[in-house]
């Protein structure tokens, strides 16, 4: 049997937001939502690619640095892969993001 159990884990503890993305998966499993598995990959993935969380008095939001030597060159890039990837769990997304 493989251990799965490094997907709790942040892939990139090198970057700043690492502590709100352990929190991030280790909230996944309290959702009431029967595809939080597809959910998890999707967000860890990202994360893989560099995806930060960026936090204000009034927003959440997924944000990335782009350019020329980066995943994304721009943030239209990064807009219509966060679509690709995530629409289809919008809900629960911005479910994640409140409880942070």
């Known amino acids: 049997m493989t251990d799965l159990r490094y997907l709790w884990d942040d892939p990139r ?3 700043r937001d690492s502590p709100l ?3 991030l998966f280790r909230l ?3 959702l009431e939502y029967r595809r939080k598995c597809d959910l ?3 967000l860890w993935t990202l994360r893989c690619f560099g995806v930060m969380i960026r936090q204000t008095h009034n927003l959440t939001e ?3 640095d782009t350019g020329p030597d980066r995943e994304w060159v721009t943030t239209d890039d990064f807009k219509r892969d966060k679509h690709r990837y995530l629409e289809e769990h919008r809900e629960s997304v911005s479910q994640l993001l409140r409880q942070l």
């Open 13 to 15: 503890p090198d970057l």
């Open 21 to 23: 993305w352990q929190r």
């Open 28 to 30: 996944i499993p309290n």
């Open 40 to 42: 998890h990959i999707a």
């Open 62 to 64: 997924f944000i990335v």
